[in-house]
């Protein structure tokens, strides 16, 4: 239950509110991202810079984006959780221009802990719902 609460802070801080000063209260020196279909970072373990710089990847696209959790479940060192996404696409996604539409889509990840941090994750969510939202599709 601790892991569930400190998860649910780090989803509120690092990424609703942007906080990148909480990274390193949340996330361990060493977070891996095992499997994240689509994710330029999967495989990859990264430090607390290069988690910031994926953070900012994210924010540049969506500046707004916001994650809502629908459920989480407990187990030892791992805490799943699925969640519903929104954002505006006010930036870039790659060679896509932005399209200042909104977007909601729904998704998985199963959050790996290591000494109350967050030190990983494996992630499903629907990229194609969010293609065909933004008018790439």
């Given amino acids: 239950m601790k892991n569930e609460l400190i998860l649910k802070d780090f989803i ?3 990424w609703n509110e942007k906080k990148n000063d909480a990274i390193a209260e949340f996330v361990h020196p060493d977070y891996t991202i095992h499997i994240d279909t689509g994710d330029p970072w999967e495989g990859m ?4 810079q290069a988690f910031e710089i994926r953070l900012r990847h994210s924010f540049d696209s969506f500046p707004d984006i916001h994650f809502a959790i629908q459920t ?16 505006t696409n006010s930036g ?15 998704g998985a990840t199963i959050y790996h802990f290591n000494n109350g941090k967050v030190c990983g994750h494996s992630q499903v969510f629907d990229r194609t719902t ?8």
């Fill in 72 to 87: 989480a479940i407990s187990d030892g060192d791992y805490v799943v959780i699925t969640w519903t996404m929104t954002g």
């Fill in 12 to 14: 509120q801080k690092v």
């Fill in 92 to 106: 870039k996604i790659g060679d896509f221009p932005p399209t200042n539409k909104s977007i909601e889509t729904m």
């Fill in 45 to 48: 373990t990264l430090n607390h």
């Fill in 130 to 137: 969010v293609m065909r939202q933004l008018g790439f599709m």
